[in-house]
């Protein structure tokens, strides 16, 4: 690892503020880790909030794996400790770095087991007000968002929908032919292998056009959130050991940087909409978005 990257782990620890602004200047890796530690995880370590602001500001990991757990679990995991350690009541602890880490889009559920594991009631409360908070503000942020980020993209044209055509989703194609993506709903995807084999069977154009007409259901369509949910997912990832295929690439690499940042947020409510799916996907789509990269995921069992 390099010098700088060490240092800025050291100074973070530190609360050395200039230290860290002077470190990162000079291409210090904000997510670089040694001895278990990423400069984030070393920041909440020894409570030094401002900069633990300051990393999140300029892009660290919110889901950083240290030996600590991700950045919130090391979070709630201190709080706790500490109260348990000093022999006060948890409430008298701080909550700030833990309410930044999930302002940032930190997954509560990371935190939400480590405060269940304790037994602690107060910190599980204050996390699960604080998800239904993140859920209601979340929701209504990104439709304005997508509205704003989507708003000038073009019908690609009946014949542009799949990649082939007419094939055996003639159907479902032929109902989402002339549609804009503002008025369609998740029916208009469903097809003889339901709604997930319908947003399957569009092409990358097709895809791209519908892209935030699908993020639109998912948001606002609670009874369609897991099978729109999860045919999104199919597009941004693949099984380890599975190549992805030409179409996933191409639209990975058409879409616009802000538009990957746009749906790596969304992907960050996704996973307090939909717990259920796997955040194994939701974790290994939010890295392809990042990357450009299709990236597979892995089920741990």
Known sequence: MEP???LLIEAAFRGDMEAVESLLSEGARVDAEDKGLTPLHAAIENGQTEVVRRLLEVGADIEAISLAGTPLAHAVDLVIDT?????TPVERESTEVIDLLIAAGANIEAGLEVARDYGCAFIEE????RKREVKEASIGMLLEKLNQEFSDISYPGDDQLADSYPNEWEATLDNLCGKDWRDVEAKDFDSQGGVIEGIQALGSKGFLYFLPGLVR????????????GYGLLTWFTVPEGIKPDDSQIVVLHALPSARRDFMVRFFGVFRILEPDLSPA?????IVSLRAGVVTAYRFVR
């Open 4 to 6: 700088t990257s060490v």
């Open 83 to 87: 109260a348990l350690q000093s022999g």
């Open 217 to 228: 259901i998912f948001l606002t369509d609670p009874v369609s959130r897991y099978s729109v």
């Open 126 to 129: 204050h996390l699960m007000r």
């Open 281 to 285: 996907i939701v974790d290994a789509a």
